[in-house]
């Protein structure tokens, strides 16, 4: 079984590029109508989803489907020469409201492991898309 949010890299806050930081939060400013500065305090996660990767693919599939631009709907989406990175809060459902555009009950996240499961197949080599 794919389980993908192995794809997904959590990223040490106490290992981060300070630039990396104000980049994050100058894109949720930017999202939000904040200044920066208030920005740089909301952010407590910081993930990344390596560039060419199966999840990057399946996430992009998925956004197109939900009609979503991930620069306006992931939230802190900063898309780099690698992959993309985006910040989440706190909470139960994280990557539901913050990557998958739900509300943060569970349900986006469900529906795109459902997804998921219909968009890939695994066999010897592992998961292919």
Not at 1 to 16: A, L, P, R, T, V
Not at 115 to 125: L, N
């Amino acid at each position: 079984m794919y389980y993908w949010k192995n794809e997904i890299e959590h990223i040490d806050m106490n290992d981060i590029d300070p630039e990396l930081i104000y980049e994050l939060a100058a894109s949720r400013a930017q999202q939000f109508g904040g200044s920066i500065d208030d920005e740089m305090s909301c952010i407590y996660n910081v993930f990344k989803v390596e560039d060419h990767s199966i999840l990057a693919s399946l996430l992009e599939a998925w956004w197109k489907k939900k009609g979503m631009d991930p620069c306006d709907d992931v939230t802190g989406y900063l898309e780099t020469r690698d992959g993309f990175y985006f910040v989440t809060g706190c909470g139960y459902a994280l990557f539901d409201c913050d990557l998958l555009g739900g509300n943060g009950n569970g349900e986006a996240e469900s529906a795109f492991t459902d997804f998921v499961e219909q968009s890939i197949t695994i066999d010897a080599d592992g998961p292919s898309r």
